[in-house]
Nanobody, 124 residues
Framework: QLQLVESGGGLVQAGDSLRLTCAASGGTVSTYGITWFRQAPGKEREFVGGISLNYGITYATSVLGRFAISRDNAKNTVYLQMNSLKPDDTAVYSC??????????????????WGQGTQVTVSS
């Protein structure tokens, strides 16, 4: 059972950057696929991007070219670098884990472990 804690959210202006951290415990991230989701008020939760245990990476079209996911096995941590932020990026961002995932999936039910989320607010 992997425990996940997100951090790094905050209030920024359009065009700014943030780096979110997904810190894991109770297991090693190198044996999981780790995926980021986000949910804005009044909206459904949506897939942002993820990284498989063998470093395959997939992004949603809406963030492609602006966001980047990386994994640091030594720190047991996954990062979401967010650049050129837009007001539409405002949401609670959560990371989720799927054991032995060799491919990234966008289905919420595929993931057994979830963090509590961190708020990102982008003003215009």
């Amino acid at each position: 059972q992997l425990q996940l804690v997100e951090s790094g959210g905050g209030l920024v202006q359009a065009g700014d950057s943030l780096r979110l951290t997904c810190a894991a415990s109770g297991g090693t991230v190198s044996t999981y696929g780790i995926t980021w989701f986000r949910q804005a008020p009044g909206k459904e939760r949506e897939f942002v991007g993820g990284i498989s245990l063998n470093y395959g990476i997939t992004y949603a079209t809406s963030v492609l070219g602006r966001f980047a996911i990386s994994r640091d096995n030594a720190k047991n941590t996954v990062y979401l670098q967010m650049n050129s932020l837009k007001p539409d990026d405002t949401a609670v961002y959560s990371c989720a884990a799927r054991k032995w995932a060799t491919v990234v999936t966008s289905q919420q039910n595929d993931y057994a472990s979830w963090g509590q989320g961190t708020q990102v607010t982008v003003s215009s």
